[in-house]
C-alpha cells in the first residue's frame, strides 16, 4: 500500500472505499478495488481527497477487509451470519432468539494485539434474531499478517463467542398466600408471568394457588415435576414475614438451594434452586409492581438451559442496580450486565 496524489494515480487500484457525506447522503463513493480514472478526479477533490491509498502488496501484509474476514472466521459462532465487509468492518448478526456469551478474558488478550479490534455485546445479552451481537476490524487500512494469526492462534482451542438457542421448557407456576388461596384479595401474579413467559419457547402446565402450608406447596410441586416440569416458578411468600414458608416448602422437596437472596435490586429475596434437572425460581412481588427485576435477567439464562452456580448470582452484584428510568430500555441497559 502506498500513499499518492489524486492526479498519479490514475489506473491504480484503490485499496480502501472512500466515503462522501453530501447533504442527507452519507455512503460509499469508491469502494475498494476501483480503478481510479481520469474522470473521478474531480469527485474525489468534491469529498476532500486530495491524496488516497492505492494498493501495493507487501510481504506479509494484509489489507484491512481480508483482516477482518479471518477475524470474523476465528470467532464466528454457530447461528450466526456475517455482513460485510464494508468501510473495513465485519458484523455478526444472531440468526436465532437465544442467549449471547462471549468469553471476557479471551477477548481482551484478542484486543491487546496490536491493530486488531473485535466489539461485542455484553456477556449474558438475551437476543432476537436480526440483533448484531460483534464488529471487527483492524485500526489501519494493512497490518501485519502476523497480528491476524496471533488472533487465530488464541482462538484455536477456545470459542470466543457463542450462541445458545433457548430450549422448550414445561413450567408449573405456583402462587402462595393465605390472602390469595382464601380469595380475600385478588392474585395479580399470573397475568404477569405469563406475559413475561410468553416470548420463550414454553408450555404453561398450570397455574396453582396454594395456601400458606408447607405440605400442600411440596404436593402441588410435585404434582407438576411428575407431569415433566423441568421448570417451577413460585411468586409470593419470599420475604422473612412468619407466614412465609415457600423456602421451607422448596428444601422439603428435596432441592438444591444455590441461593435465597441475590445482590440484584429490584428482586433482592430472588430464589435459585434445582431438583434434579428442573430449574426452581422464586419470584418475589417486586415483579408486579415493576416492569422489570432480576426475574427478567435471569429467565433467558434459564430458557438457554444456563445452570447458575452461587458465583454467577454473586457476580449479579455488579449491574444489579436498576436505575428505574422513567421509560424502561431493557436489556439496552447497565441492568443485569454482569
Not at 490514475?10 to 447522503?25: A, I, S
Not at 468492518?89 to 488478550?109: A, H
Not at 438444591?256 to 430472588?270: C, D, F, H, L
Request: aromatic share 6%; net charge negative.
Amino acid at each position: 500500500m502506498k500513499k499518492v496524489k489524486i492526479e498519479d494515480a490514475v489506473n491504480m487500484t484503490l485499496c480502501h472505499d472512500l466515503t462522501m457525506m453530501q447533504g442527507d447522503f452519507k455512503g460509499v463513493a469508491f469502494q475498494r478495488g476501483h480503478v481510479i480514472k481520469e474522470e473521478d478526479i474531480p469527485l474525489l477533490l468534491d469529498i476532500g481527497k486530495k491524496q488516497v491509498y492505492v494498493w501495493e502488496a507487501g510481504e506479509d501484509e494484509i489489507h484491512e477487509e481480508d483482516a477482518a474476514i479471518r477475524l470474523c472466521k476465528m470467532s464466528q459462532p454457530d447461528h450466526a451470519h456475517f455482513e460485510g465487509p464494508s468501510e473495513g468492518k465485519i458484523v455478526l448478526v444472531s440468526d436465532i432468539e437465544g442467549m449471547y456469551r462471549v468469553d471476557t478474558k479471551l477477548l481482551q488478550l484478542v484486543n491487546g494485539i496490536e491493530d486488531v479490534t473485535i466489539t461485542t455485546l455484553p456477556d449474558h445479552y438475551p437476543l432476537h434474531a436480526g440483533t448484531k451481537i460483534a464488529s471487527m476490524r483492524i485500526i489501519p487500512l494493512v497490518t501485519k499478517e502476523a497480528h491476524i494469526r496471533e488472533a487465530e492462534d488464541l482462538c484455536k482451542d477456545r470459542q470466543l463467542m457463542k450462541i445458545l438457542p433457548y430450549r422448550d421448557k414445561k413450567a408449573g407456576v405456583i402462587i402462595t398466600g393465605s390472602e390469595i388461596y382464601s380469595g380475600r384479595i385478588k392474585d395479580r401474579f399470573e397475568p404477569v408471568v405469563r406475559e413475561k413467559l410468553k416470548g420463550y419457547p414454553v408450555t404453561i402446565l398450570g397455574v396453582t394457588i396454594c395456601d400458606d402450608d408447607i405440605a400442600m406447596i411440596r404436593q402441588t410441586a410435585e404434582t407438576f415435576l411428575e407431569q415433566g416440569a423441568d421448570l417451577l416458578i413460585f411468586a409470593g411468600g419470599m420475604s422473612v414475614d412468619p407466614d412465609d414458608v415457600t423456602v421451607e416448602a422448596v428444601e422439603s422437596l428435596g432441592a438444591k438451594i444455590v441461593s435465597y437472596g441475590v445482590p440484584a435490586q429490584p428482586g433482592n429475596m430472588s430464589l435459585v434452586a434445582y431438583h434434579q434437572k428442573a430449574t426452581i425460581l422464586g419470584v418475589p412481588g417486586a415483579a408486579i409492581h415493576l416492569p422489570v427485576t432480576i426475574f427478567d435477567v435471569l429467565l433467558p439464562q434459564v430458557f438457554a438451559s444456563e445452570t447458575f452456580t452461587k458465583e454467577d448470582l454473586i457476580r449479579l452484584g455488579e449491574g444489579g442496580l436498576c436505575q428505574r428510568c422513567l421509560t424502561c430500555h431493557y436489556p439496552n441497559c447497565t441492568f443485569g450486565r454482569y
